[in-house]
């Protein structure tokens, strides 16, 4: 069980860190539909700058994500890794 509950932490961080990615390829593109439907010039919105903030966000999150995997790849089998557990899903009672 303590196994199943690592992974299942490790899929949850896994699919936060690919939303927010995806909400960060949303706003860029949003941004850049405005800029061209507005004639502005490139990056008038600081799309590449919400690029590198953003980015220094995610690092230290993916960093973090990067270490539980190695961690659960090298403990023992049947060994926990993590004590936290994953959220519930919205539509778990």
Do not use: C
Not at 32 to 58: C, M, S, Y
Request: charged share 30%; proline share 8%.
């Amino acid at each position: 069980m303590a196994v199943e509950n690592d992974y299942s932490l490790l899929v949850h961080n896994l699919n936060e860190l690919a939303k927010t990615i995806s909400d960060l390829r949303d706003e860029v593109e949003r941004r850049r539909v405005k800029e061209f439907r507005d004639h502005l010039e490139p990056n008038a919105t600081d799309w590449v700058n919400l690029i590198g903030f953003d980015l220094q966000v995610l690092a230290p999150i993916f960093d973090g994500l990067r270490n539980g995997v190695h961690s659960v790849l090298t403990s023992r089998p049947g060994e926990a890794v993590f004590q936290d557990q994953p959220p519930r899903a919205p539509d778990t009672p």
